[in-house]
């Protein structure tokens, strides 16, 4: 296992020392070759990350934790130079469709005035859809206004409706006030007539008994 680590640690030195020539961009540099180069390093440490993970778990018990952090840091290292390598590939794609770019603009054949259709016409377009973003923006905001008005009209109309729903619930209140009073006067008069009634038929048996 101690072979098989010193030989990945020593690939991603000399992976680390490939990005450093890259960087440097020396004259006759063979900039397909180190990429290629470089590709191959990377994978061939991330092979041997794989089997010392293997090697780790056969290995003595109180040697495994120390041996699973120096893979770890081998595994950390590869990453590292992955994301290196992403970062400068796109560098050279950006590059490169930047320079494809102003070669096309270089070699752009322009004719007389009366074939004229190149960036005059891209101008024209933006400028057109410009204008109509406007127009849009206008009417949304006279979208938006109208409805702001009418969420106005609908609070009045709420404002008249609430008004008129307190107005009726006072009178019920009213009304019902009303009703318990005259409900109480005919229960008050219901009283006195029985209590008339009673009090004649009183008033009937003792002239009775009297003139008997």
Same mark, same amino acid.
């Given at each position: 296992?101690?072979?098989?680590?010193?030989?990945?640690?020593?690939?991603?030195?000399?992976?680390?020392?490939?990005?450093?020539?890259?960087?440097?961009?020396?004259?006759?540099?063979?900039?397909?070759?180190?990429?290629?180069?470089?590709?191959?390093?990377?994978?061939?440490?991330?092979?041997?990350?794989?089997?010392?993970?293997?090697?780790?778990?056969?290995?003595?018990?109180?040697?495994?934790? +120390? @041996?699973?952090?120096?893979? /770890?840091? &081998?595994?950390?290292?590869?990453?590292?130079?992955?994301?290196? #390598?992403? =970062?400068?590939?796109?560098?050279?794609?950006?590059?490169?469709?930047?320079?494809?770019?102003?070669?096309?603009?270089?070699?752009?054949?322009?004719?007389?005035?009366?074939?004229?259709?190149?960036?005059?016409?891209?101008?024209?377009?933006?400028?057109?859809?410009?204008? +109509? @973003?406007?127009?849009?923006? /206008?009417? &949304?905001?006279?979208?938006?206004?109208?409805?702001?008005?009418? #969420?106005? =009209?609908?609070?009045?109309?709420?404002?008249?409706?609430?008004?008129?729903?307190?107005?009726?619930?006072?009178?019920?209140?009213?009304?019902?006030?009303?009703?318990?009073?005259?409900?109480?006067?005919?229960?008050?008069?219901?009283?006195?007539?029985?209590?008339?009634?009673?009090?004649?038929?009183?008033?009937?048996? &003792?002239?009775?008994?009297?003139?008997?």
């Amino acid at each position: 296992m101690e072979t098989l680590y010193h030989q990945t640690n020593k690939l991603v030195q000399e992976t680390q020392h490939l990005f450093s020539q890259l960087e440097k961009r020396t004259p006759n540099l063979d900039v397909k070759d180190i990429e290629t180069n470089i590709k191959s390093k990377i994978n061939l440490i991330n092979s041997n990350c794989e089997r010392l993970d293997i090697l780790c778990l056969k290995g003595p018990i109180y040697q495994r934790q +120390n @041996a699973k952090m120096r893979v /770890d840091q &081998l595994k950390y290292d590869s990453r590292h130079l992955t994301a290196a #390598l992403n =970062s400068w590939q796109n560098q050279m794609l950006k590059k490169q469709r930047e320079e494809a770019e102003r070669e096309a603009l270089l070699s752009r054949q322009f004719t007389t005035n009366d074939h004229i259709d190149i960036m005059i016409d891209h101008n024209a377009q933006h400028n057109s859809s410009l204008k +109509n @973003a406007l127009h849009g923006m /206008d009417d &949304l905001l006279q979208s938006g206004s109208s409805i702001l008005d009418s #969420l106005r =009209s609908q609070r009045i109309t709420l404002k008249g409706a609430h008004k008129k729903l307190i107005d009726i619930g006072n009178t019920l209140g009213l009304s019902n006030t009303t009703m318990r009073l005259i409900e109480n006067r005919t229960r008050q008069d219901g009283f006195i007539l029985v209590g008339g009634m009673l009090f004649t038929c009183v008033v009937i048996i &003792l002239v009775i008994i009297y003139l008997a």
